[in-house]
C-alpha cells in the first residue's frame, strides 16, 4: 500500500475529487478489508496519531465507525461531546477546533448541522500553517463525502471484489429515490457516482427535490417521463475536475423512471421532522409513491440491488421484508464497507506527514 | 487456561447452566484474577477483537466493569449510548445490533429495560448464521447473568481462593433480601446459588415477592415460620439441566427466619419509584422490617458475610457501618470479582472461534 | 527520568508545594515534552494501570487532556459519566469512588463542583489503606493545581525550554485579572506563582474578588494606586511550606496599576451567571473595566504575554484580535503543556508503586 500521488490534504467534500483519486480510495479500502479479514485486525500504520471525533451533531453509528477505523490503525482517540462541552459555556467552533489542535490532534472528523463547519476548520487550520487535516463527516444539508465513498466502495465490489475502481460502474443505472433536498448522502452520492460514467436518476417529491434542478428541468412533464439530463454547469457550483466532462443526471417527480431497468436503488433516510414543515403529506404517502416494493422492483434488473445508508424507517423508505432480503439489500455491506473505506481515509490523509 | 469443553455461545441466562460451567467459570475468572494481580494486567487474548457496548439502559458501573474486562483482554470496545442514538431516529434495536455487527463485532454486551431483548438478538445472530456472541448484562426483570456469576465466585473464593467450585457450597445457607420481585439480580442468583446445593432463602414484602412463588407457597403463616422449599417444576421455566434433580429454594414475609443460621445475606437494591407504585409505606418502615443492621447480625452464623450488588441506598437496605466493616461487608470484592468473571465470560464465549 | 525524591502521593492543593516539587514537575514535564515531539509519542510508563476519570461536573476539555495524557503513558482509562451514574440513583460519591477502587483503579482524577471532594475522597483512601492516588481536576472554587502548574510550566518554558525550574521567575510581574473570588484557577496559580519569587498582582471588581483579600487591604484608594503585600499569615489557611518565607502578592480593584509593567496577564474565564447574581453589571461594562485590549497593553512590558485558562469569552475577557496574535497569546501553549503536566503527574504519583 503507498499513497505516493495523494495530494489531498483534507477530505471535505466530493465535488472536485478526480476519478484517479476516486480509485486510490477503493483500492486502499480493498487493502485494509483484506487486513480485517485476518486474524489480527489491526495494523500500526497510525500508531502515535490522535483522532479527534468532533461530533457537534450527535450521531452514535457514524462515529463507532470512523472511531473503529482509527482504532484498527492503532491510532489512539479523543471524543468531544457536545452535550458537556464548552459550547454551552460560548466558546466558539474554531476555538473548540484549536484546543484540539493544541493538544496534539493530528485529524480531526467533524460532523456539524450547519453547512460549511469543516471547511471553515479546515481553512483555519491551513492559514496557521499546521499539518492538521479534516475530515467531513456530514455537515448540514451539504455533503458526507465518507458516506459517498463507503457506497462507492461497495457498488464497486460486487463486480471486482479485489480490484474494485470506478471504470466498473460505466452505464450502469442507478437511481437515487426520497429527500434529495435536505440529504447530505444524496449530494456526496451525486458527485461520486456521476464520476464513474454511470447514469445516475433522481427521484422524489417536487418538494423535497433541490430547486437547482427543478428550477432547471423546467417543464414537469417532460421531467416526469424520461429526466433529462443537467449539464455540467448548471450542476456544480466548484469547477469541476477537467477529468470529468460530462455527468449523467437525471431528475424525476414519480419514482417509476428512475427505477426502470435500474441496477441499484438508493433510498435516503425520510426525516420525520419534514412532515411537520408540511413537505410531504404522511409517511404512509410517501410510502405508497416513493416506497422500494417487491412490485416495484419487477421494474428494475433481475439482480437489482438497494442501498440505504440507515438508519432505515422500516416500511417507509422500504418494505421491511426487503430490507431482510440478503439477495437484495446491501445495507450491512455498506455498514461494513465503512470501516475499511474510512480506515483508507485516515490513512491516506494521516500518514503523508513523515 | 482451556475451554475445550465450553459449548455456550451466548450468555442469556443461568436457567439452564449446568454444574460444568458453573464451575468452568470459576476456574478461568480464578485464572484471571491471578493475571490481574500482575504487574502487567494484561493478556493478549482477544487482540483484534471487538466488544460492542450497548446499553439501552444506562449504566455506569456494570458498563466500566465490562470495558475494562474487555481491555484487560486486549480488545477493541464500541460504547453505544443510548441518548445520543439511532432509536430516537426510530431504528429497531435489532438493525442498532445488526449496524455493529456489520461494523465487526464479535461480541455485545446488552442491557435492556425490557426482558427478552439480548435474547432476541441472539436469536437473529443464529438465525443470520454469523458468530457473534451476546452477552446479557441485564434485561429488565428477568435476569443478570454476570451478576449472578461474580455473586457466586466472591462466595466460593472465600473457602478456596485458588481453586473455587460449587461443591464448596453444599448445605451453606444463603438469604436474599429485598425486592425479590423486580429483581433480576435475584432471579440469576436464585439459580446460581440453588445449583451449589445450598439453601437459599427468599425474604421481602408480599408484595415485593413473585407472584410464582406467593402463589405456591399458599398460607402466610406457615411460610412466615419456616418457609417451604419450591418444587422444580414450580419455579422453572425452562427445562432444568438435567444434571440439577433439586434446587433448595425457600420463601419468607419475614426476614428473621431468612437469615437465621444463615452464612450470606444477599441484600438486594430497593428503587425508591416501587414506593410511588403503593408496594411499600416507606424507606424507613423497609430499614426496620427488612433492613440488615448489627441487630439481626446475632440471628446468623459468626461469620456472616453480606452481598449487595450496589449502587446501595445506605442506611435502607443495610445500616451504613455494616456496608463499611471490612469482616463483613463483601461489597468491594464483589466489584473486584466482576472484572475478573466479566473476563472469564468474554473469553469463553470469544476464543472458540479460531 | 527518575522520581525517586517524589513523596506525594495525591494531588490535591498547591497551598504546600514546595520549590523543588514544583521544579520536579517541570523537568519531568520537559521530558515528556520531548517524547510527544517524537514520531511515536507513547511510553509504556504506565501499562496496565488504570486511570478513572470521575468528572462529576461535566467538562471535554479537562477531560480529553488527562485522558490523552494517559493514553500516552500506555495506560487503560475509564470515564464516568455523571448524566447516567449511579448518583441519580442515590449512591454517595465516595460509594461511587470505592467501586472504581474495587474494579481496579489505580489513579482517579476527580472533578466536582463542590470544593473539597478530591480531598475528602483521597482521605478515605488512605484511611483505607489502599495506595490509589487522587488527583484534583478542579473542586469547586477551591482549586484546580493542574492548571496552575501547566500555566507555570507555560510561562517557564519561555525562558528556558530545555530546563524550566521556577527560579526563571523571580522579579517578574504577573498580573491575574478577573472574577478571582470564584475562580479555581486563580487560587492555584497564586501558590504557584508567587512560590516562584515573581510579583503576583490581582485585579478585578470588588465584588469578585476574595473578601480574604478586600478585608485585609482596608482602604481602598490606597489599593487601587498601587497595591499592598499580603503578608504570610493573612492569606494561607494551610501551613506554608517552610522553603517560602514570603509571598509577593498585590490586590487591586482597577487593572492599570496590575497591568502596569507586567511581563504575563492571565486572565480569567468570566462566568456569565455571575450578572444574574448582579456581581456585575454587564459584560460589556466588564470589557471595558477589565478587558485586555491592544491599549492597554502599551502599560505592560513590550513582550508581555497572554493566558487564558479557556474557554474564552471572545470580546470579553480579551479582545479577539488580541487572542489570535501569537506573539501575544499563550492560549494554545496553556493546552499543549496541559497533555507534557498531566502525563508528568500521573507519572509521578503513579509510578512509585512497585
Not at 478489508?33 to 485486525?41: G, P
Not at 461530533?55 to 491510532?75: D, H, I
Not at 466548484?238 to 460530462?246: G, N
Request: hydrophobic share 40%; proline share 6%.
Amino acid at each position: 500500500m503507498t499513497n505516493n500521488n495523494w495530494n489531498r490534504h483534507h477530505i471535505l467534500s466530493l465535488a472536485d475529487f478526480e476519478p484517479a483519486e476516486y480509485n486510490m480510495v477503493l483500492q486502499t479500502a480493498a487493502s485494509f478489508r483484506e487486513v480485517l479479514s485476518r486474524r489480527t485486525k489491526k495494523v500500526p500504520t497510525l500508531q502515535g496519531h490522535v483522532v479527534a471525533n468532533l461530533f457537534f451533531e450527535p450521531s452514535t453509528r457514524t462515529r463507532s465507525s470512523f472511531e473503529l477505523a482509527a482504532k484498527r490503525l492503532s491510532a489512539d482517540t479523543l471524543n468531544f461531546s457536545p452535550g458537556i462541552s464548552s459550547l454551552s459555556k460560548g466558546e466558539t467552533i474554531l476555538d473548540t477546533a484549536k484546543t484540539y489542535l493544541a493538544m496534539g490532534a493530528d485529524m480531526m472528523v467533524i460532523r456539524h448541522r450547519e453547512a460549511g463547519v469543516p471547511q471553515m476548520i479546515a481553512s483555519e487550520m491551513d492559514r496557521l500553517g499546521v499539518r492538521l487535516s479534516v475530515l467531513n463527516a456530514g455537515d448540514g444539508q451539504h455533503e458526507h463525502p465518507s458516506q459517498g465513498l463507503l457506497d462507492l466502495f461497495t457498488i464497486c465490489s460486487l463486480f471486482d471484489f479485489d480490484n474494485p475502481h470506478i471504470e466498473l460502474l460505466r452505464d450502469k443505472k442507478i437511481a437515487i429515490v426520497g429527500d434529495i433536498l435536505h440529504s447530505r448522502v444524496a449530494r456526496s452520492n451525486i458527485w461520486s457516482l456521476t464520476a464513474t460514467g454511470a447514469q445516475v436518476h433522481l427521484a422524489g417529491p417536487s418538494t423535497l427535490l433541490p430547486r437547482l434542478f427543478t428550477d432547471y428541468v423546467g417543464d414537469q412533464q417532460q421531467v416526469t417521463g424520461t429526466g433529462s439530463p443537467i449539464p455540467q454547469q448548471q450542476f456544480s457550483i466548484a469547477p469541476p475536475p477537467s477529468s470529468i466532462t460530462h455527468r449523467k443526471l437525471f431528475v424525476h417527480w414519480d419514482i417509476e423512471p428512475a427505477i426502470q431497468d435500474a441496477d441499484f436503488i438508493m433510498t435516503l433516510r425520510l426525516q420525520k421532522e419534514r412532515m411537520a414543515a408540511n413537505l410531504l403529506p404522511s409517511l404512509r404517502e410517501y410510502h405508497q409513491r416513493y416506497g422500494i416494493t417487491r412490485d416495484r422492483l419487477q421494474l428494475c434488473k433481475p439482480d437489482v440491488k438497494i442501498l440505504h445508508p440507515g438508519p432505515v424507517n422500516r416500511g417507509v423508505e422500504i418494505s421491511s421484508d426487503l430490507m431482510d432480503d440478503p439477495k437484495l439489500s446491501l445495507i450491512a455491506q455498506q455498514v461494513t464497507s465503512g470501516i475499511a473505506v474510512r480506515m483508507a481515509l485516515l490513512y491516506l490523509i494521516g500518514s503523508g506527514r513523515y
